[in-house]
């Protein structure tokens, strides 16, 4: 593809379609990441995977879902992804 005669709209499209850029996703840090981590806590785990690497575990809280991927130690990390227009994660 050339970006030189596309438009700054139909390049950001093209990498959305490629999964390059994931306009649903956000990864959380600070106080909030903290503060969702406790609310994670005590809901269950939808699901949980594992690749010896590191450990993921899936939730559902209202419209969004998160994953919290653990990873050495006490380092982790909480992705939230929201519904898209088509009521799509």
């Given amino acids: 593809m050339d970006f030189k005669s596309r438009t700054k709209e139909e ?12 306009p649903n996703e ?4 600070g106080q909030e990441k903290e503060e969702m981590w406790m609310i994670l806590q005590f809901l269950d785990v939808g699901h ?7 450990i993921t575990n899936h939730y559902q809280y209202g419209n ?26």
Avoid: M, P, W
Wanted: glycine residues 6%; hydrophobic residues 35%; charged residues 20%.
């Fill in 26 to 29: 956000r990864t959380l840090a």
């Fill in 48 to 54: 949980q995977t594992n690749n010896q690497r590191f």
């Fill in 11 to 22: 390049a950001y499209a093209f990498l959305v379609s490629a999964g390059v850029i994931r």
């Fill in 64 to 89: 969004c879902h998160y994953t919290v991927t653990f990873f050495d130690g006490d380092e982790y990390e909480i992705t939230e992804i929201t519904r898209d227009t088509n009521g799509k994660f």
